[in-house]
């Protein structure tokens, strides 16, 4: 792709309507999207190393930047003097907002496929490519090509397996217990009253009372039995 302009010696290659000073460009106030050192640390390396692929948004109708904040602290970071801005029409404030929060949102209802993005990372690092600027770097991209699951620099946690050998060397158990809303009314209305004659705080200690006295009783009627 041909580069369209060049700001502050840094390839510009999206659509945007004009370059300028990021010091004159005002971020949104109640912008809900963060932006960690550590991902504009990546922008930053990114826009240096690749160039400008997309344009800073700034809205007519407020002034404010709608798109971009962690591009235009990625340029301050840098250092830079001009960015590339590209100014959009806003009918109401609530279009501005609404396009604001869908910036950051649609992305994060992606749903990544863990296994054809190793197949990339991996074609990337046989061409010798700098895999620092896919966004993983460090120990995090280091886990991902041993096949951890990482996902936008984030440890996943325990897989499937793990969680069963912890549950499986834990004291702690769970019952499931399916019923119809009646019986649950029936059950919970039980165990109340299991709660207040004992002077119990919870469910479960009523519930594993009822069960040890119910269990006694059996134990008791079979001795009976036998005798």
């Not at 003097?81 to 029409?89: D, I, M, N």
């Not at 501005?96 to 209802?109: F, P, T």
């Not at 399916?178 to 705080?201: N, P, V, Y």
């Amino acid at each position: 792709m041909k580069k369209r302009a060049d700001a502050d010696g840094i390839s510009v290659f999206c659509a945007h309507d004009k370059l300028v000073d990021p010091a004159g460009l005002v971020a949104n106030p109640r912008n809900p999207n963060q932006h960690p050192d550590s991902q504009v640390e990546i922008l930053s390396r990114i826009i240096k190393t690749q160039g400008w692929r997309s344009s800073i948004v700034v809205s007519k109708r407020s002034g404010f930047i709608v798109k971009g904040h962690g591009r235009l602290a990625a340029a301050m970071l840098l250092g830079a003097k001009l960015v590339p801005v590209e100014f959009q029409e806003y009918e109401t404030e609530a279009s501005e907002w609404a396009d604001l929060i869908a910036d950051n949102r649609i992305a994060e209802l992606s749903e990544t496929n863990h296994d054809e993005l190793k197949k990339l990372m991996l074609e990337l690092r046989d061409g010798n490519f700098n895999l620092d600027l896919t966004g993983f770097s460090g120990d995090d991209l280091e886990a991902w090509l041993k096949n951890e699951l990482v996902v936008a620099g984030q440890d996943q946690g325990p897989t499937p397996e793990d969680k069963l050998e912890d549950y499986e060397q834990s004291t702690v158990r769970q019952i499931v217990l399916i019923m119809d809303s009646a019986e649950f009314e029936e059950i919970m209305g039980k165990l109340d009253t299991i709660k207040k004659a004992r002077e119990l705080d919870s469910n479960t200690i009523a519930a594993m009372t009822a069960i040890r006295e119910y269990a006694n009783s059996c134990s008791g009627e079979k001795e009976t039995e036998s005798a």
